[in-house]
T-cell receptor, first 115, second 116 residues
Framework: GAVVSQHPSRVICKSGTSVKIECRSLDFQATTMFWYRQFPKQSLMLMATSNEGSKATYEQGVEKDKFLINHASLTLSTLTVTSAHPEDSSFYIC???????????FGPGTRLTVL | GDSVTQMEGPVTLSEEAFLTINCTYT??????LFWYVQYPGEGLQLLLKATKADDKGSNKGFEATYRKETTSFHLEKGSVQVSDSAVYFC???????????????FGTGTQLKVEL
């Protein structure tokens, strides 16, 4: 089946620094990737949708200048949390949809802790 | 807006017990419904889906029926195994977003623990 990886799996950073999370589709080309955020015991909340070669579409309430998304190739999307603060601590999950497909394939997630 | 409500966990069962995880939804129009499973340390995997009323999705012994009249999509399995221990997410898919396919709305997830 289609495999999506995320790196790093865990990251701890100091307040005010920026953190980049990578999402890769390993065995298929993904025209569209999705970024989700999950708080403990809560739903996955869609943050943004990124299409290869174009600007990401952000959900209402998500700050695009804080959560920078780049989808420069058909196999890689990155999420950069800029000037991170403790309230940004969360579990970030990406998913990817292949060309012509409907199903989303999910990565294993990245646990971000901001001190 | 669209929403999904599923029973809180954890749900703890003995092996070979019957499983039901309740899921109800609120949506405009006629969404597609999904169950995803997340095993420890892994990403979400699609378990089963149903795209219209009265459809039954099934996979690996799990099944769920799209009930429009009760806006429900309860997950069931007749005999669970230890290997079924995971977190299960109910989700719905609404209208297509531009260039991006269907948008998913998730429930909070239900952790299932199966013991010997």
């Amino acid at each position: 089946g289609a495999v999506v990886s995320q790196h790093p799996s865990r990251v701890i950073c100091k307040s005010g620094t920026s953190v980049k999370i990578e999402c890769r589709s390993l065995d298929f080309q993904a025209t569209t990737m999705f970024w989700y955020r999950q708080f403990p015991k809560q739903s996955l909340m869609l943050m943004a949708t990124s299409n290869e070669g174009s600007k990401a579409t952000y959900e209402q309430g998500v700050e695009k200048d804080k959560f920078l998304i780049n989808h420069a190739s058909l196999t890689l999307s990155t999420l950069t949390v800029t000037s991170a603060h403790p309230e940004d601590s969360s579990f970030y999950i990406c998913s990817a949809r292949d060309i012509g497909g409907v199903e989303q394939f999910f990565g294993p997630g990245t646990r971000l802790t901001v001190l | 807006g669209d929403s999904v409500t599923q029973m809180e966990g954890p749900v703890t069962l003995s092996e070979e017990a019957f499983l039901t995880i309740n899921c109800t939804y609120t949506a405009t129009g006629y969404p597609s419904l999904f169950w995803y499973v997340q095993y420890p340390g892994e990403g979400l995997q699609l378990l089963l889906k149903a795209t219209k009323a009265d459809d039954k999705g099934s996979n690996k012994g799990f099944e769920a029926t799209y009930r429009k009249e009760t806006t429900s999509f309860h997950l069931e399995k007749g005999s669970v195994q230890v290997s079924d221990s995971a977190v299960y997410f109910c989700a719905l898919s609404t209208k297509k977003i531009t260039g991006g396919g269907n948008k998913l709305t998730f429930g909070t997830g239900t952790q299932l623990k199966v013991e010997l």
